[in-house]
């Protein structure tokens, strides 16, 4: 059931194995660590997240490795795989450093010319360079590329970085100073302030301020308390929690050991979903190399504070991300959620007081707590401070993950970072936010996003998946498979929830069939309102946001489906109609013996006629005409 | 093969993972992933089994086990296929290619070939998308998959014999 995957424990070697009992011993074994990265001259990194381990880059470190031992060079150069880079469209990613050196799309066998060209003569290979989609040319340094410029990284800091497996790394990028800093020198309320005056967000979703909630929990005395981090990353098109933790493991672990010393927690607990087996081994990984150090267990660095972590897991049910459900799966039963209050800072696992929050907040806590709150606040927005971490995904060039400062614009993310619509398509929208969120369109490209300017033009920030549409696009369409997806998941524990999704798919298919009446929209929008203003939690009160966005901003579209009875994008398979041009049609019978359903009729040398009752629209006709003579309309 | 697959020993093997856990309180859903673990699937015999050995009504592990995407009360195929259809994926055209699988094998989602070969299943993201559309095989992940693809790498799946 979930693998495990053995490379990444062999890596996993500790230089040094004795408990780090003080800040001195921890410095120490920092500056072993850097001592040893200076030692090897050149770094080769391998990216090892789970886009370029599916494109075989387990066996590049092999073969780069078998490389240099043959040119016995394996003590001068380092070989690392690491978290992802973000670059995936482009994946595999190989980066030499010092030079910064990004070679892209690089195969197993092209080890033998990385180190024979680079290494052993110092000439880049510039065939695996990355090109620039504008002017052509190469760019060998990957801070030249407009994917990372306007990129700033403090969650995504050591992903594509460190090895992610070996914790000296990690310490050697000031790991578990912000854990020593909070136990040797702060008081557990500092360290509170210090994440309200940062201006934190929890970056799951909703927003809320994460000072504040640890403030919260703080005031709740109990035997025990828990500190959660919600790893049940369930948003189609999302997956930075999953490279966070596959780069950055110990990022987190760190984190919620400060959040317990904050709301004088003992026992922290990880929900991950089980279809990350990748993430579930570093982060089993780094919590026992934590162990072995002595930064988790009793007595941390020597201090009276204890703190351990589990690792709990999922097993693939959306409305677990909302934190009540995800409690109650946790405690074993269905992952229903209930009314708040009380809140789980008061009554959370098993009763007792609970902090969750979400795994890309936890990767921003120790940055926050070294470089200050001030620090945090100067970037982003006022009331959005900080960067923020996106999926960027769809109809775009440059698909990938990028955290970008909060206030950046759509435009700039969308046409700068992402490189702009694939294949030279028109922009139609983005949505945000996943099947919570809306569609936003051209007429937003120039908002700054951040919290509250994304609720305010009907979407919300989400987790940070980014589905960029093209003109190829149908709208109602996308809407309908949204509204698939939160039909699905929803739990049934709710009425408004559970029979509105249904419903509101229902009239949403019937357009899409070309069954639709005016009607029709009024009803769509009146149900959603009832949905928004009833449901129990967040994934019935914003299930109807797709529609709604969609309805606003594409109404024309939907008038043509359900008035012309057509589908401008050419998506909705009801709604299509194929012809064959006479005057293009030179009646070569490809088409006919093509089509599946003997739906094209005609003699060879004569045009040939699409007999509509009989096509059940498939398009395989068009795929094979070599004379442009099918359209579809 | 639902017989053999139900063995004496798959059972005494659960029951010892179960007697080896502290505490039975709230370990459902982890006593589960260890019984599809060993199973492949959770048949109703197995459900009763945990039930009585957790000490929970069967009622309670019946809704947990058809709450959950990731719990299956079919046996899955020799070779379990799953299409993804994150929104990344979908946008990038993986509904065709999961057409493109029901019509080769002649099963819907969530159902296995009666030669027990292939299971299919849509599932919800896995990750990859500057893959898209990505098509999961047991743990080997097939990127940028189009229509035409699917018939070889079935017929892939088929010469691992």
Same mark, same amino acid.
């Given at each position: 059931?979930?693998?495990?995957?053995s490379p990444?424990f062999?890596?996993?070697k500790?230089? /040094?194995?004795a408990?780090?009992?003080?800040i001195e011993?921890?410095?120490?074994?920092?500056?072993?660590?850097?001592?040893?990265?200076?030692?090897?001259?050149?770094?080769i990194l391998?990216?090892?997240?789970?886009?370029?381990?599916?494109?075989?880059?387990d066996l590049?470190?092999?073969?780069l490795?078998?490389? +240099?031992?043959?040119?016995?060079?394996?003590?001068?150069?380092?070989v690392?795989?690491?978290?992802?880079?973000?670059?995936?469209?482009?994946?595999?990613?190989?980066?030499?450093?010092p030079?910064?050196?990004?070679y892209?799309?690089v195969k197993?066998?092209?080890?033998?010319?990385?180190?024979?060209? /680079?290494i052993?003569?110092?000439?880049?290979?510039?065939? +695996?360079?990355?090109?620039?989609?504008?002017?052509?040319?190469?760019?060998?340094?990957?801070k030249?590329?407009?994917?990372?410029?306007k990129?700033?990284?403090i969650? +995504?800091?050591?992903?594509?970085?460190i090895?992610?497996?070996?914790?000296?790394?990690y310490?050697?990028?000031?790991?578990?100073?912000?854990l020593a800093?909070?136990?040797t020198?702060?008081?557990?309320?500092?360290?509170?302030?210090?994440?309200?005056?940062?201006?934190l967000?929890?970056?799951?979703?909703?927003?809320?301020?994460?000072?504040?909630?640890?403030?919260?929990?703080?005031?709740?005395?109990? &035997?025990?308390k828990y500190?959660?981090?919600?790893?049940d990353?369930g948003?189609?098109?999302?997956?930075?929690?999953?490279s966070?933790?596959?780069?950055?493991?110990?990022?987190?672990?760190?984190a919620?050991a400060?959040?317990g010393?904050?709301?004088? !927690?003992?026992?922290?607990?990880?929900?991950?979903?089980?279809?990350?087996?990748?993430?579930?081994?570093?982060?089993?990984?780094?919590?026992?190399?934590a162990?072995?150090?002595?930064?988790?267990?009793?007595?941390i660095?020597?201090?009276?504070f204890?703190?351990?972590?589990?690792?709990?897991?999922?097993?693939?049910?959306?409305?677990?991300?909302?934190?009540?459900?995800?409690?109650?799966?946790?405690?074993?039963?269905?992952?229903?959620?209930?009314?708040?209050?009380?809140f789980?800072?008061?009554?959370?696992?098993?009763?007792k007081p609970?902090n969750?929050?979400?795994?890309?907040?936890?990767?921003?806590?120790?940055?926050?707590?070294l470089?200050?709150?001030?620090w945090?606040?100067s970037?982003?927005?006022?009331?959005?401070?900080?960067?923020?971490?996106?999926?960027? !995904?769809?109809?775009i060039?440059?698909v990938?993950?990028?955290?970008?400062?909060?206030?950046?614009?759509?435009?700039?993310?969308?046409?700068?970072?992402g490189g702009?619509i694939?294949?030279?398509k #028109?922009?139609?929208a983005?949505?945000?936010?996943?099947?919570?969120g809306?569609?936003?369109t051209?007429?937003d490209?120039d908002?700054?996003?951040?919290?509250?300017?994304l609720?305010?033009?009907?979407?919300?920030?989400?987790s940070?998946g980014?589905?960029v549409m093209?003109?190829?696009?149908?709208?109602p369409?996308?809407?309908?498979?949204?509204l698939?997806?939160?039909?699905?998941?929803?739990?049934g524990k709710c009425?408004p929830?559970r029979?509105?999704t249904?419903?509101l798919?229902?009239?949403?298919?019937?357009?899409?069939?070309? #069954?639709?009446?005016?009607? /029709?929209?009024?009803?769509?929008?009146?149900?959603?309102?009832?949905?928004?203003?009833?449901?129990?939690?967040?994934?019935?009160?914003?299930a109807?946001?797709?529609?709604?966005s969609?309805?606003?901003?594409?109404? &024309?579209?939907?008038?043509?489906?359900v008035?012309?009875k057509?589908?401008?994008?050419g998506?909705?398979?009801?709604?299509l109609?194929?012809?064959?041009?006479?005057?293009?049609?030179?009646?070569?019978?490809?088409c006919?013996?093509?089509?599946?359903n003997?739906a094209?009729?005609?003699? $060879?040398?004569?045009t040939h006629?699409i007999?509509?009752?009989?096509?059940?629209?498939?398009?395989?006709?068009?795929?094979?005409?070599?004379?442009g003579?099918?359209?579809?309309? | 093969?639902?017989i &053999?697959s +139900?063995?004496?020993?798959?059972?005494?093997?659960?029951?010892?993972?179960?007697?080896?856990?502290?505490? #039975?309180k709230?370990?459902?859903?982890?006593?589960l992933?260890?019984?599809?673990?060993?199973?492949?699937?959770?048949?109703?015999?197995v459900?009763?089994?945990?039930?009585?050995?957790?000490? $929970?009504?069967?009622?309670?592990?019946?809704?947990?086990?058809t709450?959950?995407?990731y719990?299956?009360?079919?046996?899955?195929?020799e070779?379990?296929?799953?299409?993804?259809?994150?929104?990344?994926?979908?946008?990038?055209?993986?509904?065709?290619?999961l057409d493109?699988f029901k019509?080769?094998l002649?099963?819907?989602?969530n159902?296995?070939t009666?030669?027990?070969?292939f299971?299919l299943?849509?599932?919800?993201?896995?990750?990859?998308?500057?893959?898209?559309? $990505?098509?999961? $095989?047991?743990?080997e992940?097939?990127?940028?998959?189009? #229509?035409?693809?699917?018939?070889?790498?079935?017929?892939?799946?088929?010469s /691992?014999?």
């Amino acid at each position: 059931m979930l693998r495990t995957r053995s490379p990444d424990f062999e890596r996993s070697k500790c230089i /040094h194995m004795a408990k780090i009992n003080s800040i001195e011993e921890l410095c120490n074994v920092k500056a072993k660590a850097l001592e040893a990265q200076k030692n090897q001259k050149i770094t080769i990194l391998v990216c090892g997240g789970t886009g370029c381990k599916s494109a075989n880059s387990d066996l590049i470190v092999k073969n780069l490795e078998e490389e +240099l031992a043959s040119e016995n060079l394996a003590d001068r150069v380092a070989v690392l795989m690491t978290g992802c880079f973000g670059f995936c469209e482009k994946g595999p990613i190989v980066k030499i450093l010092p030079d910064n050196t990004f070679y892209t799309e690089v195969k197993p066998e092209d080890a033998k010319e990385i180190i024979q060209g /680079h290494i052993v003569n110092g000439e880049k290979v510039e065939r +695996l360079l990355y090109k620039d989609q504008n002017t052509g040319e190469s760019i060998p340094d990957s801070k030249h590329m407009n994917f990372y410029k306007k990129q700033m990284r403090i969650a +995504l800091r050591n992903c594509g970085y460190i090895d992610p497996a070996v914790i000296e790394q990690y310490i050697r990028e000031d790991g578990y100073q912000a854990l020593a800093k909070c136990l040797t020198t702060m008081e557990a309320k500092d360290v509170i302030q210090i994440m309200k005056d940062s201006g934190l967000r929890g970056r799951g979703g909703a927003g809320f301020p994460t000072g504040l909630k640890w403030e919260i929990a703080s005031r709740y005395d109990a &035997d025990v308390k828990y500190v959660v981090c919600n790893a049940d990353e369930g948003d189609p098109g999302a997956f930075m929690d999953r490279s966070i933790l596959e780069g950055d493991p110990h990022s987190v672990v760190e984190a919620m050991a400060i959040c317990g010393y904050a709301i004088n !927690a003992t026992k922290g607990r990880v929900y991950i979903r089980a279809e990350y087996p990748l993430a579930i081994t570093r982060l089993e990984n780094a919590i026992k190399s934590a162990r072995e150090y002595g930064l988790l267990g009793d007595n941390i660095l020597g201090t009276d504070f204890s703190f351990d972590i589990e690792i709990t897991f999922g097993a693939g049910a959306f409305v677990c991300g909302e934190e009540t459900a995800l409690l109650h799966s946790m405690e074993g039963s269905r992952g229903e959620p209930t009314t708040k209050p009380p809140f789980p800072a008061e009554s959370g696992f098993f009763g007792k007081p609970t902090n969750v929050n979400n795994v890309e907040t936890y990767a921003n806590v120790a940055q926050i707590i070294l470089k200050g709150a001030d620090w945090y606040r100067s970037i982003g927005t006022e009331k959005s401070a900080g960067t923020k971490v996106f999926a960027l !995904a769809g109809k775009i060039n440059n698909v990938g993950l990028i955290e970008v400062p909060m206030g950046i614009t759509l435009r700039e993310v969308i046409f700068d970072i992402g490189g702009g619509i694939k294949d030279g398509k #028109k922009f139609k929208a983005v949505q945000t936010g996943g099947p919570s969120g809306g569609c936003l369109t051209e007429k937003d490209l120039d908002t700054p996003i951040d919290f509250d300017n994304l609720i305010a033009k009907g979407s919300m920030m989400g987790s940070g998946g980014m589905i960029v549409m093209d003109e190829e696009s149908c709208m109602p369409a996308v809407a309908k498979f949204y509204l698939e997806f939160t039909k699905e998941e929803s739990c049934g524990k709710c009425t408004p929830c559970r029979v509105g999704t249904t419903r509101l798919l229902e009239l949403l298919t019937l357009i899409c069939d070309g #069954k639709g009446e005016m009607k /029709h929209f009024d009803e769509l929008r009146n149900l959603s309102q009832v949905i928004k203003d009833t449901a129990l939690c967040g994934l019935g009160q914003t299930a109807p946001n797709p529609v709604l966005s969609t309805l606003d901003a594409f109404y &024309d579209e939907y008038v043509a489906h359900v008035v012309d009875k057509k589908c401008p994008a050419g998506v909705c398979r009801k709604l299509l109609s194929y012809k064959i041009d006479v005057n293009k049609c030179k009646g070569c019978t490809l088409c006919a013996r093509t089509c599946p359903n003997n739906a094209i009729e005609g003699k $060879v040398k004569e045009t040939h006629v699409i007999k509509d009752e009989l096509c059940i629209k498939c398009g395989a006709c068009m795929e094979k005409c070599k004379f442009g003579a099918i359209s579809k309309g | 093969m639902a017989i &053999d697959s +139900l063995s004496k020993e798959k059972f005494e093997e659960l029951g010892a993972y179960i007697d080896s856990l502290p505490s #039975k309180k709230g370990e459902l859903i982890r006593v589960l992933h260890r019984a599809q673990g060993i199973f492949g699937y959770l048949p109703k015999e197995v459900q009763f089994f945990v039930a009585r050995k957790m000490d $929970v009504p069967t009622s309670k592990v019946y809704g947990v086990v058809t709450f959950y995407s990731y719990f299956s009360m079919i046996p899955k195929g020799e070779y379990n296929i799953s299409v993804c259809l994150g929104t990344a994926c979908y946008v990038r055209g993986a509904e065709p290619v999961l057409d493109e699988f029901k019509k080769q094998l002649g099963i819907s989602c969530n159902e296995t070939t009666a030669d027990g070969k292939f299971s299919l299943n849509a599932l919800r993201c896995v990750g990859a998308c500057g893959l898209a559309p $990505v098509v999961m $095989v047991g743990d080997e992940v097939y990127g940028r998959v189009t #229509k035409d693809m699917v018939k070889d790498i079935l017929a892939s799946c088929l010469s /691992h014999n």
